[in-house]
């Protein structure tokens, strides 16, 4: 019994770093810091748009999180708006928006999220 709670427990610290380390371990781009993973939504973003997808949620400014992630030299910023903004890495597309609609619940919401993703092999979007 000891043994599976031991095994149990190890498995769930590796998931938690695998999910840290995320967009940074997988696509190269640094998360904001301070952003939580949400893994739900997470999941749903890939599932239903043939994505590989990290979904980050803060608290801070939109504009904080822009100049951020305008300071960061490998990032091209493709497009900027009062309520987004999105940057490119390579086949790898980093959005920040604020407000955001969560299309499961319908609300708007007005913490500002951070979704990194790329395509995954064979999408016909991919590039």
């Known amino acids: 019994m000891k043994n599976k709670i031991k095994i149990v427990l190890a498995l769930t610290l ?24 949400d893994e739900a939504l ?11 997808a990290f979904c980050y949620r803060t608290n801070d400014s939109l504009e904080k999180v822009v100049a951020f992630y305008k300071e960061e030299p490998d990032l091209k910023l493709m497009g900027e708006t009062k309520e987004n903004a999105m940057f490119k890495k390579g086949d790898v597309d980093i959005t920040i928006q604020n407000p955001w609609l969560d299309t499961k619940t319908g609300q708007m919401m007005k913490d500002t999220l951070i979704t990194i993703a790329k395509y995954k092999r064979g999408h016909q979007n991919q590039p």
């Open 14 to 37: 590796i998931a938690l770093c695998a999910a840290a380390l995320g967009a940074e371990e997988k696509f190269g781009v640094k998360v904001y810091e301070g952003a939580k993973l």
């Open 42 to 52: 997470s999941k749903w973003v890939s599932e239903s748009f043939s994505l590989e």
